[in-house]
Structures are given as structure tokens and as C-alpha cells.
């Protein structure tokens, strides 16, 4: 019963964001017009990079895996599937469910290996940590190439602030764990656990490889946003595709609803309106955009949630016990050499 009432805490938030879009809102027979005008060869392209980006963040996070925990690793499949299940979550539940749903559902494939939540709920922290060099270079070119409006420059800059502290903090806390481990010989803690999951950043090539990843991912959702303009008859630079993109996701970094929706087309379409682009026509190019990349997250990973088993309903209270009914405890579990040694 509790679950439920937690569950329903996001729909009046979502009915003030659905009141404030209509009292607000554009010019919907022209939001409709931009609707029919849509080239769909460009929506198809900004399917397959949106695609093509979710291939390389689920290889970046796999990296970060197989530093964090002792061998046989986990096969690429099962942690592709995991991860499509966390982007379904994220997009069909408020908050970051996803990301500990993905891990729930790697769990259930690591049978008798003990304190392995923690140790991928690390991981995930540090896969997430690597978005910052690339979100950081994009900030940076969208400052120097695009017509950013005032309103937008705090906000985009204290998020690039939090974002490097919080890389700085992972790095620190790798490298303690390396200390540790060769101190007490043995992982005994829920935070030592979850520690190891960031072995990733004390091995500078894994942590390239993962970065370079991270690095493809953006470059392709960047690319998507492009096409998805051109798909909605918004001929503009890469630069305000940069621009879309950056404000995108400082208007998703804490959903307070799923998706967002309402806050993130306001947070699209102001800007374009410098470009010369319609108001209307923004929010039904931001509309059409979270549709773009809902498509990916939904329809991949109700693939995968079907073939882990699952259903939504099972989605929200997910149980990370394995499938042989073993215990997660912190007991003692064998532990990779590279999670061992620092540097």
C-alpha cells in the first residue's frame, strides 16, 4: 500500500506541468501544422544514432563492470539487457529508478557471487561519472558557437560544477578503496563493496576506453538532435543542436515526473526562438524529440524486460535476489587483482 501512494506522489506534479503547458502554452494548430510537415527519413536517422548512442554507454558501462568485479565476467548481452531495462524504467518512472533497476536486473544473472550489488551499483555511479568530460566539452563549444540565453547560463554552469566535483569525488574514493582492500586483505563493508565498483578509475586505459565510449554516445544523441531538427524543418547549425542537447539534459537531470514532459519543450523551445524559430514550432520539435528518444528507451526495453521476464508492474518493486535464491550479503567474494592495486 505504501508503494502505491509513492507511486502516485509524481501525477499531481504531472497534472501542474500539463496545466501549465495548456495556460502557457503555444499556438497548438501551429504545433499541429509542424506535425504534418515532418520528413520521416530524418526521424528514422535520429532513431538509429539515438540507437547507436545507448550501443556505446551500454559498452562504457560494461568496461567499468569488468573492472569491478572478479572473473567470469558478465557476457556483453546480459549487460546490454540490463541496461536497455534501466532506460525503460527511466523513461516510464520518475526519479533515476533506472539506474538501480538495471542493476537489479544484472544481479538476478550473477548467481553466488555475494556483495555483488554494491559493487554494480559503484559501477554505475562511476559509468555515470564519465559523462562529464563530454558533457563538458559540449558546454563548452555551445558557449563559444551557439546563442545560449542568460536564463540558461546558471543553471548549465552549476550543473558542470556538481559534475566535476562529483568526478573528482568518485576518483578520490577509487583510489581509498585501493588502500583499503591491500590493508584488510578482504571487501567486509557495504561501502567498501560499493567502492570496489569504482575500480574502473584506477586503471587509467579502462577509464579511456569507458570515456571513449561515453564520448561516442554524446557525439551520436548530438547527431540525433541534428536530424530530428532537419526531420521537423529546423535548418539551423550543429551548434544549436548542441545547444538543444545541453538543455535537454539539464531539464531531465532531476525528473521530478516521467520524462519531464512540458519542462523539457519550454526548455527547448525558448532558445530557439534566437534562431528565429517559432514558438510553436519549438515545442512541437521538443515534443517530437522525447518522442525520438522514448522510442529507443520504450521499445528497447520492453524487448528486454520480456526476455529477462519481467512486466512493468514487477519493474517497480523489482527483487535483485538471483535466480538460484542465494542471499546478497557481505560475505567474503573473491576480488579482481586490478581492484586491488591503485594506479
Avoid at 101 to 114: I, M, N, P
Avoid at 156 to 162: C, D, E, F, K, T
Avoid at 294 to 314: C, K, N, P, Q
Wanted: hydrophobic share 55%.
Amino acid at each position: 500500500m505504501r508503494r502505491r501512494w509513492q507511486m502516485l506522489i509524481p501525477v499531481p506534479l504531472l497534472g501542474v506541468a500539463v496545466a501549465l503547458i495548456i495556460w502557457h502554452g503555444p499556438n497548438w494548430k501551429l504545433v499541429r501544422d509542424a506535425f504534418s510537415a515532418v520528413t520521416w527519413e530524418w526521424v528514422a536517422a535520429a532513431i538509429g544514432l539515438n540507437l547507436l548512442s545507448v550501443l556505446a554507454r551500454a559498452f562504457a558501462w560494461d568496461t567499468a563492470i569488468r573492472q569491478s568485479i572478479a572473473r567470469p565476467h558478465p557476457r556483453f548481452p546480459l549487460v546490454f539487457s540490463a541496461f536497455s531495462v534501466g532506460l525503460f524504467a527511466n523513461a516510464v518512472l520518475p526519479g533515476r529508478v533506472g539506474e538501480l533497476a538495471r542493476v537489479a536486473v544484472l544481479r538476478r544473472r550473477l548467481s553466488g557471487r555475494k556483495g555483488a550489488t554494491a559493487t554494480l551499483v559503484g559501477s554505475v555511479f562511476a559509468h555515470r561519472m564519465f559523462d562529464v568530460f563530454p558533457a563538458v566539452a559540449l558546454v563548452i563549444w555551445v558557449l563559444l558557437a551557439a546563442k545560449i540565453p542568460r536564463w540558461a547560463l546558471t543553471s548549465i554552469a552549476l550543473v558542470v560544477v556538481i559534475g566535476l566535483l562529483l568526478f573528482l569525488t568518485t576518483v578520490i574514493l577509487a583510489r581509498r578503496q585501493g588502500r583499503e582492500s591491500q590493508e584488510a586483505g578482504r571487501v567486509r563493508s557495504l561501502l567498501v563493496r560499493a567502492r570496489q565498483g569504482l575500480a574502473i578509475m584506477r586503471s587509467p586505459v579502462a577509464a579511456g576506453t569507458a570515456a571513449s565510449f561515453q564520448f561516442g554516445g554524446w557525439i551520436c544523441q548530438l547527431f540525433a538532435v541534428w536530424a530530428a531538427m532537419e526531420a521537423f524543418g529546423i535548418h539551423l547549425p550543429i551548434a544549436a543542436a548542441g545547444l538543444v542537447l545541453v538543455l535537454m539534459n539539464v531539464a531531465t537531470i532531476f525528473p521530478l515526473w516521467p520524462g519531464n514532459f512540458g519542462l523539457v519543450q519550454i526548455a527547448i523551445a525558448f532558445p530557439l526562438v534566437n534562431y528565429g524559430v517559432e514558438y510553436a514550432h519549438g515545442v512541437a520539435f521538443g515534443i517530437g524529440l522525447q518522442a525520438i528518444e522514448a522510442s529507443v528507451g520504450v521499445g528497447v526495453g520492453l524487448v528486454f524486460l520480456a526476455r529477462e521476464g519481467l512486466s512493468y508492474a514487477t519493474l517497480r518493486d523489482i527483487d535483485d535476489t538471483p535466480r538460484d535464491g542465494s542471499g546478497d550479503t557481505l560475505e567474503e567474494e573473491p576480488v579482481d587483482d586490478r581492484a586491488r592495486v591503485a594506479g
